[in-house]
């Protein structure tokens, strides 16, 4: 009789009851996810919209009788009589990218015409120094302005600091250059803004506008 023997086996046997146990468990875990997800595959699910490509139409048709050109990176916005004005990168075939110094501009009065609704307009902007090129239109109207912005890529002599410039419209016809908004690394391009309306319009209220409007705030509360 070995009583350290003994306890040994007795503490072998333990362990292996308890890793036994563990297993167990886990595999009690591992059938009741299985479970779960096997009844969550079988609710029925609502259909999945069918999203797809419609027919593609022309909008505008840059084959002219001096030359064809391409329109690259457009934007679109709507004008304050129900124009539509297109702008947009512009060049004569084949591209060339470093020449690429007036703006597209073309214009519709509706979108659905045929068979090309865009008629072409005059450039809207024609490359001047410190601007090397002229690409990635962006245009927004600015309510409190009652301007429209254009942001637009006006490249430069250095590229790691192209620069990001604005021209404003009244009418999206004529243009006036603001100059440059910032500087960024290897042809910043692309531009896009996002106007939060609510807080652009509340930070242009006169103080009798403000007053009156602290003063129906008050009025809710006191309701309520």
């Known amino acids: 009789y070995n009583p350290n023997a003994m306890r040994k086996t007795e503490r072998t046997t333990n362990l292996e009851l308890l890793c036994a146990l563990f297993a167990l468990v886990l595999l009690t875990l591992a059938v009741a996810v299985l479970a779960r997800d096997s009844r969550r595959a079988n609710v029925s699910q609502p259909p999945m919209p069918n999203v797809h490509a419609g027919p593609f139409t022309v909008l505008y048709d840059t084959v002219f009788p001096e030359a064809t050109w391409y ?38 009065s509706s979108l659905s015409a045929s068979p090309s609704p865009f ?16 690409w990635a239109p962006y245009v927004v109207y600015i309510p409190h ?8 890529c006006g490249g430069g002599v250095d590229r790691t600091r192209s620069q990001i410039r604005l021209a404003v419209s009244p009418d999206l016809y004529t243009w006036v250059r ?21 807080a652009d319009s509340e930070s242009h209220l006169t103080d009798d506008e ?8 008050q009025q809710q509360q006191q309701q309520q």
């Not at 990168?89 to 084949?94: A, K």
């Not at 403000?210 to 705030?217: F, L, T």
Request: hydrophobic letters at 35%.
């Open 145 to 152: 302005a009652r301007l429209y912005y254009m942001f637009y």
């Open 119 to 134: 008629g072409r307009e005059p450039f809207a902007l024609g490359a001047l120094r410190p601007e090397t090129h002229l």
């Open 178 to 198: 603001y100059g440059t908004l910032f500087e960024d690394g290897v042809d910043a391009r692309d531009p896009m803004l996002l106007i939060d309306t609510v």
């Open 71 to 108: 329109v690259n990176d457009h934007t679109v916005v709507r004008g304050p009589n129900g124009t539509w004005h297109l702008f947009g990168i512009t060049h004569t075939e084949p591209a060339d990218a470093t020449y690429e110094v007036n703006l597209a501009h073309a214009t519709a």
């Open 210 to 217: 403000q007053r009156q409007q602290q003063q129906q705030q």
